[in-house]
């Protein structure tokens, strides 16, 4: 027996058959076998009326939208494929970002700090061989998922909404004058949430193998050391089965929780979740400090994360808008999901509020509120330097001297440089100081970088690179040009706020001590 089915035998349910049945899912995505179905068609026959504004497929992160569109007074209706509740993990974020639960009318005071479970400070980023770097105030909140759910479920329904639990997604139908939903709902937009296996992305992207995966497990115990601190990204092995392994721990309002993760492509010969969760129970003691005879395991947790380099999703379809990490709005080194959904929440919710009240629903008029982000699309170069190809040699040390140096530059630069980029945020400004930084400061690792990221990404990135000065001085210029917007027919301003949008989101101007 294996230490993953010994540990994992434990858990109550059947969480091995659980991760065995993720891993079949990512077999058929690395194969390119998973099952297209035509779940999108259009009638191009007129509906004449709808019963609902919005239609959210998808509820675990569906409802944070629904309820703020919600309380503006939005007509929404959410289906969920089962019961909507919250899950035991903990999501975790940085306290300033929750802020945006209080500006759109989501939570009180109080509810907000209810939420909130656990809290610690401060937080480590190391790797082999280099010096650790410690932060204050960086994704160190804990937040209560399934209490946070209940209370913006009541919130929803009290301000009009409706739920339909237990409803899967089966088909929408887009007619002229809005979409029908499963034969059966009729809106005006449907706002896909159902995540990164979401058949509605499968269709649109047409089954395209992801170009990148983050692979992550790991697990929520008791019985280690009492440590108040936590790890936001740290190494200490060298390369092992052609992957770069990454540790994340934060103590947890049960225990502490200790996450194993790593980049790569999608190739087929790739490790398994199993395989990868055999490797964490392996390395987990010398990590942490404590036998697993010493530890009471309360939640195993893994999963993987698809990144595309065409993302976000630009939807084919008028009046159907991908959200979350259905649209993959969120960058090839994150995990996506609650604060990806959090970071775009207030930007999403006024954008598709305008949408409405002007008529904006075509692809056209969609695809603008999921830009293109450069601040997003830079980060992919960053991934390549944070994994090697499947067939690759380099040194097994490499990564962790590359990442030693640049963070330790980071640190140098300040908070203004290493905090954003600790929350998946990249600024024009802050990145050219550290790579002037690091290139002046060590030439020989950064040259032995170009041959492992490719001199085509290389380009690719160079570009992005550029657009992400553009983005910063045209979001930088837009202020000057509000009072004259004013004046524009509402269609036309519709489309300036959400170039503005783009702007700000994508220089990383969203960012805010």
Known sequence: MSLTEEILSQLPGNVLGGLRRTDQILTSLRNEKQTIADVVKENPEPLNSVDWDVIICGGTLGILIG???????????????GILQGREQEWNISRKELSVFLELDLLTETELQTTIVTEYNPARVSFSGGKEVWVEDVLNIGVDPVY?????????????GKLFENTPFSEAVVHPDGVMVNNEFKARLLLDAMGHLSPIS??????????????VVGSCASGFPKNDSGDLLLSFTPLQNQCQYFWEAFPAKDGRTTYLFTYMDAE??????????EEYLSLLPEYQGVELSQLNFKRALFGFFPSYCESPLQTPWNRILPVGDSSGNQSPLS???????????????????????TNQLSISALTILQP????????????????VGVNQQISPNQINQLLSVVFAEMQKLGTPVLKPFLQDIVQFKALTQTLLKTG??????VVKIIPQVGLVSLIDWLVHYVNLCIFSLLFFASSMLKSLVKNFPIEQQYYWHRLVDSWKFGSGGDYSE
């Open 202 to 215: 499968k269709q649109a992207r047409q089954g395209k193998k992801p170009d990148a995966l983050c692979l």
């Open 148 to 160: 946070l759910l209940e209370t913006l479920k009541t919130r929803f329904l009290a301000a009009g």
């Open 268 to 277: 087929p010969q790739r490790l398994s979740l199993e395989n990868l969760f």
């Open 372 to 387: 293109y982000q450069p601040s997003l699309s830079v980060t992919w170069l960053f991934q390549k330097a944070m994994s």
């Open 67 to 81: 309820c703020a569109l919600a309380v503006r007074g939005v007509r929404v209706a959410l289906l969920e494929r």
């Open 440 to 445: 002046f400061s060590h030439p020989v690792l």
């Open 335 to 357: 995990f996506g999901g609650f604060g990806a959904m959090v970071r775009h929440l207030e930007r999403l919710t006024l954008g598709i509020e305008e949408a409405l009240q």
